[in-house]
């Protein structure tokens, strides 16, 4: 049985950094597709980064150069280090997974992944 738990989560001021990190059960990361997704309250979910099974990876245009996505295969654990945060920036976060080959262009989309985690929430005062 696959499954994600998210943690690191917190509440910072803006400009502050927090490193997110979600640990896998039930498979290897080097199989899967990866990807960290966040959802504000009346928003709907959106792609953050994410990284695909060669290693290549993707950002949102509003998190690139602050957020980098790594994972480390013995660990089996993803991470999502976030810098320079903003208020724009709370949201619930979640990361997710799937064994199939996702195209580069479907990365980001929520629809493309199969498993999921609980959430961590993240909150950026101004």
């Known amino acids: 049985q696959v499954q994600l738990e998210e943690s690191g989560g917190g509440s910072v001021e803006a400009g502050g950094s927090l490193r997110l990190s979600c640990a896998a059960s039930?498979?290897?990361?080097?199989?899967?597709?990866m990807g960290w997704f966040r959802q504000a309250p009346g928003k709907e979910r959106e792609g953050v980064a994410a990284?695909?099974?060669?290693?290549?990876?993707r950002y949102a245009d509003s998190v690139e150069g602050r957020f980098t996505i790594t994972r480390d295969l013995a660990k089996n654990t993803l991470y999502l280090q976030m810098n320079s945060l903003k208020p724009e920036d709370t949201a619930m976060y979640y990361c997710?997974?799937?064994?199939?080959?996702?195209?580069?262009?479907?990365?980001?989309?929520?629809?493309?992944?199969?498993?999921w985690g609980q959430g961590t929430q993240v909150t950026v005062s101004s």
């Open positions: 039930g498979y290897r990361y080097s199989s899967y597709c």
């Open positions: 997710a997974g799937d064994s199939r080959v996702i195209p580069k262009w479907s990365l980001l989309g929520p629809r493309s992944y199969n498993y």
């Open positions: 990284i695909a099974r060669d290693g290549t990876t």
